[in-house]
């Protein structure tokens, strides 16, 4: 008996203690728009969303810098990082990347902007064309990691995206288009709509 009361104590102990670490290290702060430039914008899936964004990063007149997949050096100065998420074969087959390779690069580049301080961005907006089980591994694993999600009503019509937005509690605009994101950009890092 006095035997089970020591193994009871004993569990007692290692369960504050489990505790105790939970609270010291609480999940970082999402942070709010107006977002800071220069962005950085990137593929997290090699497809060919990252170029798009891109160029709609540029008609919204946001100073950002565009790499199909970002060096953790092209951070350093940086104030945003934006993330494309969406899976292409044929793209991780050229870029000679296998899906483990590309998990961890993402969370490497993902882990150095929050030691940095920066807003993270998920964006999906290649519609449904770029929501296979590929794609949806990558946005199940990134898009909760995220301060802010943005994506096309096209690659949501399941609902999945939304679904990940409430479980998580990350804010999430949707556009009708991808020509619709640009307003979108420009609210979401302050910028004049004359300066778009």
């Given at each position: ?34 977002f800071g430039q220069p962005a950085v ?156």
């Amino acid at each position: 008996m006095r035997c089970a009361r020591v193994v009871l104590l004993l569990c007692s102990v290692v369960a504050l203690s489990v505790v105790g670490l939970a609270e010291e290290t609480p999940e970082p702060e999402l942070l709010e728009p107006p977002f800071g430039q220069p962005a950085v914008i990137t593929s997290v899936g090699q497809s060919a969303g990252a170029l798009m964004a891109n160029v709609l990063a540029q008609q919204a007149g946001i100073d950002s810098a565009y790499d199909q997949r970002a060096e953790v050096e092209m951070l350093e100065g940086a104030q945003t990082l934006i993330l494309v998420l969406g899976s292409s074969a044929k793209g991780l087959g050229e870029a000679g990347v296998s899906l483990r390779a590309e998990e961890d690069w993402a969370q490497g580049l993902i882990d150095r902007a929050r030691e940095l301080d920066m807003a993270i961005v998920a964006m999906h907006i290649e519609g449904s064309s770029r929501r296979g089980t590929l794609s949806d591994q990558l946005i199940e694993r990134f898009a909760p990691q995220a301060d802010y999600m943005v994506i096309t009503v096209a690659g949501d019509e399941d609902g999945f995206l939304t679904g990940l937005s409430e479980d998580h509690a990350i804010p999430m605009v949707r556009a009708e288009a991808r020509m619709d994101l640009v307003p979108v950009l420009v609210e979401l890092f302050g910028l004049e709509e004359e300066d778009a």
